[in-house]
């Protein structure tokens, strides 16, 4: 992981297949900037299940009527 020029970090992932961060070699500013991004990307999931949600609900409920 780097963190150089104010970068946001990045992480390998894709679907259920996330990979971890070996943190034992991070510093205490490099992990503060990881949960930072942890926290951000949590809050970007839950706004992406919420709208998919809204969604699906709208939907049902067209095809209930």
């Given amino acids: ?5 104010d970068q946001e970090p ?3 992932g894709h679907k259920a297949n996330f990979d971890e961060l ?4 991070l510093s205490v500013e490099e992990l503060k900037a ?3 991004h942890a926290k951000s ?3 970007r999931a839950e706004s992406e299940i ?4 809204a ?3 709208d939907a049902d ?3 209930k009527s």
């Fill in 50 to 53: 919420a709208s998919r949600d």
């Fill in 22 to 25: 070996n943190v034992e070699g």
């Fill in 55 to 57: 969604l699906r609900n």
């Fill in 1 to 5: 992981m780097s963190l150089d020029n």
């Fill in 41 to 43: 990307e949590i809050a």
């Fill in 61 to 63: 409920a067209l095809f």
């Fill in 34 to 36: 990881y949960i930072k």
């Fill in 10 to 12: 990045t992480f390998k």
